[in-house]
T-cell receptor
Framework: GAGVSQSPRYKVAKRGQDVALRCDPI?????LFWYQQALGQGPEFLTY????????KSGLPSDRFFAERPEGSVSTLKIQRTQQEDSAVYLC????????????FGQGTRLTVV | DQQVKQNSPSLSVQEGRISILNCDYT??????FLWYKKYPAEGPTFLIS?????DKNEDGRFTVFLNKSAKHLSLHIVPSQPGDSAVYFC?????????????FGKGTHLIIQP
């Protein structure tokens, strides 16, 4: 596709369940970012990949959050033992070069933990 | 502590008039600023950006002004159109260090009245 694709669009998880969120960036884009957007807030940076290398994971809120991009294209954000405060929209963005400026965002995955 | 602040949660403007959205930042390391527009159930879409070496950038109906001494930027939309109704996020980036992701404000919901 032409844009950044995320799946699933919506996910309901029971507290304690593990979830995996997928991001298909724009083909050829080197940089990939994950953001978390809580209700009424702006997106907050979670982690950054340049190709397959995870260069920055300073925004991951706890060790329950893990992200990977093994072949430098598709990325997966995994949340283990989900908690209610993990409920948010998770946004993926990709950009052609190193800079995250003018990155293209996907539609996001809305995660609700019940 | 919010490093990027958008103090107006919402703004209502009549069609054809000028819309002015404001953003303040506290981190003096920020040297690149962006505005994103977001419709419901969609990801943010890049609108316009400005580097700290400039004080103005214009693209069609959209102009961004940067006042570095005041740590303030604004987005002007002239003339405002119904399709401009959306949430607008201000974002900032420090190219010289810090997290690789963008730092976003909480957003301003712009409503264009017919």
């Amino acid at each position: 596709g032409a844009g950044v694709s995320q799946s699933p669009r919506y996910k309901v998880a029971k507290r304690g369940q593990d979830v995996a969120l997928r991001c298909d960036p724009i083909s050829g884009h080197v940089s990939l970012f994950w953001y978390q957007q809580a209700l009424g807030q702006g997106p907050e940076f979670l982690t950054y990949f340049q190709n397959e290398a995870q260069l920055d994971k300073s925004g991951l809120p706890s060790d329950r959050f893990f992200a990977e991009r093994p072949e430098g294209s598709v990325s997966t954000l995994k949340i283990q033992r989900t908690q209610q405060e993990d409920s948010a929209v998770y946004l993926c963005a990709s950009s052609l070069g190193r800079m995250n400026t003018e990155a293209f965002f996907g539609q996001g995955t809305r995660l609700t933990v019940v | 502590d919010q490093q990027v602040k958008q103090n107006s949660p919402s703004l209502s403007v009549q069609e054809g008039r000028i819309s002015i959205l404001n953003c303040d930042y506290t981190n003096s390391m920020f040297d690149y600023f962006l505005w994103y527009k977001k419709y419901p159930a969609e990801g943010p879409t890049f609108l316009i950006s400005i580097s700290s070496i400039k004080d103005k950038n214009e693209d069609g109906r959209f102009t961004v002004f940067l006042n570095k001494s005041a740590k303030h930027l604004s987005l002007h939309i002239v003339p405002s159109q119904p399709g401009d109704s959306a949430v607008y996020f201000c974002a900032a980036y420090a190219s010289g260090g810090g997290a690789d992701g963008l730092t976003f404000g909480k957003g301003t919901h712009l409503i264009i009245q017919p």
